[in-house]
């Protein structure tokens, strides 16, 4: 879910555990707004659509699909994570609302749907975290699509929250240490996705690249939530936590609160934290 490319087993004691409950807290809409931007870019979805929420967390992109699917369409949803947390998550927001979906444990590596499942198929802020850059997801979405079918996937553009967590690092650690999220700044150009998706099989000329922007809102405390983002993604490089991150852990909240709030498309306000992102998405059709 945070993506840790370390097995540091060390943590420090003030970090919080990056549970679906907690990413809840900290994302907030920023995960429903992502699908429902990435969505806007596609027809309405039509009665016997068989969908697929590939990397579903706790249903963001279920609740956006259903949300631009045509009055009274009658579809199916599947829905795949390798969280078992976010999948009981899910179930329970699934039931709540009455979803027609079905949810199970799943790699998007290496899915176990037959071949030519899927009308549809969305991946909503999962490629950039996988190996091998998603191209191995990908083919898993272009074999399970049916001929036709529409995969609409999305990656970061431009995100207020991921420099200054980086500045943190290098303000905090000793010099040269790994930055959390190193090189993910590849993803900020759409023709970046566009060769993975690609490399995954789908056709050049069937790809189409769009970029849209979307905002979030989190109503917390300014402190608990620079301690979540901090807790979420700063020991997440190859190098992990550090023992130093313990001594040091009240100095780099300060240190990622002040870089927040010189980030562009970052603005405090009296009720919460308020983002822009910056958004590309590849709509390609098998």
């Given at each position: 879910m945070n993506a840790p490319e370390s097995s540091n087993p060390f943590k420090p004691t003030q970090a919080l555990a990056p549970t679906p409950q907690m990413y809840k807290e900290m994302t907030a809409d920023a995960m429903d707004n992502m699908a429902k931007a990435s969505l806007s870019l596609i027809p309405k979805i039509s009665s016997g659509?068989?969908?697929?929420?590939?990397?579903?967390?706790?249903?963001?992109?279920?609740?956006?699909?259903?949300?631009?699917?045509e009055p009274s369409a009658t579809i199916s949803v599947k829905a795949t994570d390798v969280d078992d947390r976010a999948l009981a998550m899910y179930e329970n927001k699934a039931a709540e609302n009455g979803w027609p979906a079905e949810a199970s444990r799943m790699d998007a590596n290496a899915l176990t749907f037959p071949d030519k499942t899927f009308t549809h198929s969305l991946m909503n802020a999962v490629v950039f975290v996988l190996p091998n850059d998603g191209i191995d997801a990908v083919k898993e979405i272009y074999r399970t699509l049916k001929p036709g079918g529409i995969a609409i996937i999305n990656s970061i553009a431009r995100a207020p929250n991921i420099v200054p967590i980086q500045q943190t690092a290098i303000k905090t650690r000793p010099e040269g240490t790994p930055l959390p999220r190193q090189g993910t700044e590849k993803w900020n150009a759409p023709d970046f996705l566009q060769s993975v998706i690609e490399k995954g099989g789908?056709?050049?000329?069937?790809?189409?690249?769009?970029?849209?922007?979307?905002?979030?809102?989190?109503?917390?405390?300014?402190?608990?939530?620079?301690?979540?983002?901090?807790?979420?993604?700063?020991?997440?490089?190859s190098a992990g936590w550090l023992q130093s991150d313990e001594d040091r852990w009240d100095e780099a909240i300060e240190v990622l609160k002040q870089e927040l709030l010189k980030a562009k498309g970052f603005k405090l306000r009296d009720d919460g934290e308020e983002f822009e992102f910056l958004l590309n998405v590849a709509i390609a059709t098998k």
């Open positions: 659509a068989v969908v697929h929420d590939n990397g579903c967390g706790v249903g963001a992109g279920t609740g956006a699909m259903l949300a631009v699917s789908f056709h050049r000329e069937r790809i189409r690249m769009e970029q849209v922007s979307y905002t979030s809102f989190t109503k917390t405390d300014f402190t608990r939530f620079a301690t979540m983002l901090w807790s979420f993604v700063g020991g997440t490089s």
